[in-house]
């Protein structure tokens, strides 16, 4: 077994589009490269670009095209691959391992497990919705997956949530290894921490799903007894005109929708804010946002979905509220924005919890698993 090992990490989205699966694939490979292994991203190519490539070690494997997710996300995913491209590509790179980010999304992982000669890791990120999985879709996915599962050597996930649909298509076992968070550039961003500014902040996608709508009705109530209070919206969607009528419709004061910001502009409203709130209702596998709102030290109001309550343990449940309750969630946003020892309990709480998740953590452990893996199915069989 390899003391350095030569790893290909695939990302079924373009690169071109930022998401929080691209987001775990570099932080992985910039932490793998830190230790001294060759690391690569297999990827396909964006729409549009005419380079070989845009960086030496991205490989462009088939092409893109637009892809709506069972939540309603549209991205761009591999749509062809050339078999005999491939095949001189793996035979070229040699890699120990090929670690497969989200395999059930069309078509990249398919076509390069059918020719892989190297030990062949997965890992879930998201959570597929049984109420988004028509009959339609579940005759497509399911059999997809299978074809699918049998090449793949290792399983993971990001959270009993993410394991879920996969557990349904196999009898191997899931080991959860858990995203994670550049610990130190929230923490240096909350060191500039101004309290008591009496605003609530949403940062995400404006979808269904995310529950925006619900906010804005819980801040109605929450604003008729705390006129001081603002609610800043930070994100873009195929929502946002409809929350934006439907804020004037409840004639909301103190309320801005501020489109899609930069990750220097998300640091600072982070640390402005009194309060983070992400109410999503379903699709949520795991949290990350929430883990940058807790790293950077902002107290933090989150939806019931499954992703959610799985990662808020302890006292970090106390976050957790039905979203479509309005008078609750009400109540629980005016409880975190004026009940110090509330906040302070919560605070004590999440500087010590999130230090799990800090990258350096989460890359030693996929570190672990690959000679784990290596050791048990052998060097490239």
């Excluded at 297999?42 to 893109?64: K, M, Q, W």
């Excluded at 983070?276 to 929430?290: K, M, T």
Aim: proline share 4%; hydrophobic share 40%.
């Amino acid at each position: 077994m390899p003391s350095k090992m030569k790893i290909g990490l695939v990302c079924p989205y373009s690169i071109n589009k930022h998401g929080g699966v691209l987001e775990v694939v570099l932080a992985l490979k910039s932490g793998l490269e830190g230790h001294g292994h060759k690391v690569k991203i297999l990827t396909p190519r964006p729409r549009g670009h005419e380079a070989e490539t845009s960086h030496e070690d991205v490989i462009f494997v088939g092409n893109s095209t637009d892809f709506r997710s069972p939540a309603h996300t549209i991205t761009q995913v591999s749509s062809t691959g050339d078999g005999e491209h491939i095949d001189e590509m793996l035979a070229e790179e040699k890699f120990d391992i090929l670690h497969f980010h989200e395999p059930w999304v069309p078509l990249l992982s398919r076509q390069l497990l059918q020719r892989s000669q190297s030990v062949n890791i997965a890992t879930f990120h998201s959570k597929v919705p049984e109420a988004l999985m028509t009959r339609t879709v579940i005759k497509v996915v399911n059999p997809y997956m299978k074809s699918v599962m049998k090449y793949l050597h290792v399983l993971t996930a990001v959270s009993d949530s993410g394991a879920e649909y996969a557990a349904g298509m196999t009898d191997q076992p899931i080991t959860i290894i858990p995203n994670g968070i550049d610990l130190k550039k929230y923490q240096q961003a909350g060191a500039q921490r101004h309290e008591h500014s009496r605003t609530i902040l949403y940062i995400g996608r404006l979808e269904r799903r995310k529950g925006v709508k619900y906010l804005l009705q819980a801040y109605q109530l929450l604003a008729q007894n705390n006129s001081d209070v603002k609610l800043l919206i930070a994100g873009d969607g195929p929502d946002r005109e409809k929350l934006e009528l439907l804020a004037e419709d409840l004639k909301l004061p103190n309320v801005s929708f501020l489109g899609f910001v930069s990750e220097e502009l998300k640091l600072k409203l982070l640390a402005e804010a009194d309060l983070f709130c992400s109410p999503a209702i379903f699709g949520e596998s795991f949290g990350i946002v929430l883990l940058e709102a807790m790293a950077t030290g902002t107290v933090t109001v989150a939806g019931n979905n499954s992703g959610y309550v799985g990662l808020m343990q302890g006292v970090g449940a106390m976050s957790i509220v039905n979203p479509e309750d309005i008078e609750e969630f009400a109540r629980r946003l005016e409880l975190f924005l004026h009940e110090q020892p509330v906040r302070d309990l919560w605070s004590k709480w999440a500087k010590q919890y999130v230090q799990q998740f800090n990258y350096p953590n989460v890359v030693k452990s996929y570190e672990e698993l690959y000679r784990e893996a290596l050791q048990q199915y052998g060097h490239r069989t």
